[in-house]
């Protein structure tokens, strides 16, 4: 069963292209990671998919609603927790949940029963009654996430869910978001959007790289690495500017380097490759003493696929927003 579906779904800005011409189906009861550089169009995918922005043109389907011409059982449909705080610090935390519970409708008889369940979900009870000003960063998100499930959504967007938080904190959203989904048994999915390469990875059920508004690729995190697995290869050896000047134009081989006693070789596709190395360094009389194949990571994955890295400048751009944020409050 499919809980998202878009059709050429395309957003432009003037001349920019933010979203373009994007097909996705999402499957109902996953955890789906967007993942991809500054600027790449996922949020602009979100507020489409969330009736906040119109397309230029496509459509696309959430909970089996058309987001142009159902866009009202759209919104009654979904939560979304989004990357400026919109939680009232002047209220507390049972208050914010109210005003929400009225915003959505939520049936005047069921308003405390919903916000005792939320709070408890995501172990918050206890402090429901203190000043949101008082709670940590980590508490908040954890508000908001209670706030975007309190009209029983079946789908929750979270644009980045852990953004600024403390490691500890966002392994802790994390194990938030894999109960809920799982106590719900498959009624909940959820759509977050991430530059975090461990969220992906170890949050995730599926990921989908987006660059420049399209899709470059698909996958379980687990299936991403695999395919990339073996792709880099090092092999020491006393003189290895030798057995590489033998690879450099294998065809299988798009990058070799060298520095004192370390080969390093960059495959297409490894297959036997290892091997077919072997064999060229023993008929050349190279005695390779120890090979080491590097394990893929999300970080490889993303680079092989976008040709960028996550830079460090990045993450500490979005936490510096978001503190920045929070103080303007
Ligand atoms: N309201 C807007 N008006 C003009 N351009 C916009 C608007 N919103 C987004 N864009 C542009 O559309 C492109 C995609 O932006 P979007 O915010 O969707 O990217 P993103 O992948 O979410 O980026 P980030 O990770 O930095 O949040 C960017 O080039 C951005 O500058």
Same mark, same amino acid.
């Given at each position: 069963?499919?809980?998202?579906?878009?059709?050429?779904?395309?957003?432009?800005?003037?001349?920019?292209?933010?979203?373009? &011409?994007?097909?996705?189906?999402?499957?109902?009861?996953?955890?789906?990671?967007?993942?991809?550089?500054?600027?790449?169009?996922?949020?602009?995918?979100?507020?489409?998919?969330?009736?906040?922005?119109?397309?230029?043109?496509?459509?696309?389907?959430?909970?089996?609603?058309?987001?142009?011409?159902?866009?009202?059982?759209?919104?009654?449909?979904?939560?979304?927790?989004?990357?400026?705080?919109?939680?009232?610090?002047?209220?507390?935390?049972?208050?914010?949940?109210?005003?929400?519970?009225?915003?959505?409708?939520?049936?005047?008889?069921?308003?405390?029963?919903?916000?005792?369940?939320?709070?408890?979900?995501?172990?918050?009870?206890?402090?429901?009654?203190?000043?949101?000003?008082?709670?940590?960063?980590?508490?908040?998100?954890?508000?908001?996430?209670?706030?975007?499930?309190?009209?029983?959504?079946?789908?929750?967007?979270?644009?980045?869910?852990?953004?600024?938080?403390?490691?500890?904190?966002?392994?802790?959203?994390?194990?938030?978001?894999?109960?809920?989904?799982? !106590?719900? #048994?498959?009624?909940?999915?959820?759509?977050?959007?991430?530059?975090?390469?461990?969220?992906?990875?170890?949050?995730?059920?599926?990921?989908?790289?987006? %660059? !420049?508004?399209?899709?470059?690729?698909?996958?379980?995190?687990?299936?991403? #690495?695999?395919?990339?697995?073996?792709? #880099?290869?090092?092999?020491?050896?006393?003189?290895?500017?030798?057995?590489?000047?033998?690879?450099?134009?294998?065809?299988?081989?798009?990058?070799? &380097?060298?520095?004192?006693?370390?080969?390093?070789?960059?495959?297409?596709?490894?297959?036997?490759?290892?091997?077919?190395?072997?064999?060229?360094?023993?008929?050349?009389?190279?005695?390779?003493?120890?090979?080491?194949?590097?394990?893929?990571?999300?970080? %490889?994955?993303?680079?092989?696929?976008?040709? !960028?890295?996550?830079? !460090?400048?990045? %993450?500490?751009?979005?936490?510096?927003?978001?503190?920045?944020?929070?103080?303007?409050?």
């Amino acid at each position: 069963m499919v809980a998202i579906q878009t059709y050429n779904l395309t957003k432009q800005f003037g001349t920019l292209t933010a979203v373009n &011409s994007l097909n996705l189906a999402i499957h109902k009861g996953t955890i789906f990671g967007l993942l991809g550089p500054n600027g790449a169009g996922k949020s602009t995918l979100l507020s489409m998919l969330c009736t906040i922005l119109n397309p230029t043109s496509g459509t696309a389907t959430v909970n089996g609603y058309d987001i142009l011409t159902e866009s009202e059982k759209v919104r009654q449909s979904i939560g979304i927790v989004f990357q400026s705080i919109s939680i009232d610090d002047r209220l507390t935390g049972r208050e914010n949940l109210k005003f929400h519970a009225m915003l959505y409708n939520v049936p005047e008889d069921k308003i405390a029963g919903r916000i005792d369940e939320v709070l408890a979900l995501l172990e918050l009870s206890d402090r429901a009654d203190d000043l949101v000003r008082t709670y940590s960063g980590g508490m908040i998100r954890r508000l908001e996430m209670a706030r975007g499930l309190l009209h029983h959504p079946h789908i929750l967007f979270l644009d980045e869910p852990t953004i600024g938080l403390d490691p500890q904190t966002r392994e802790h959203i994390w194990s938030y978001i894999q109960e809920l989904t799982r !106590k719900k #048994k498959g009624d909940l999915t959820v759509l977050l959007t991430t530059h975090y390469m461990d969220e992906a990875d170890l949050l995730c059920d599926e990921v989908a790289i987006i %660059d !420049k508004g399209q899709i470059i690729v698909r996958d379980t995190p687990g299936n991403l #690495k695999q395919d990339l697995q073996g792709e #880099k290869i090092s092999f020491n050896m006393k003189s290895p500017e030798i057995l590489a000047s033998l690879l450099s134009d294998n065809p299988r081989i798009c990058k070799v &380097s060298t520095e004192s006693g370390l080969l390093e070789v960059q495959v297409i596709h490894n297959g036997n490759i290892v091997q077919e190395i072997f064999d060229i360094a023993r008929e050349a009389g190279i005695e390779i003493d120890h090979i080491s194949i590097h394990e893929s990571s999300m970080h %490889d994955v993303f680079l092989h696929y976008t040709g !960028k890295e996550i830079r !460090k400048e990045e %993450d500490d751009n979005f936490t510096s927003q978001y503190r920045k944020s929070r103080r303007r409050r």
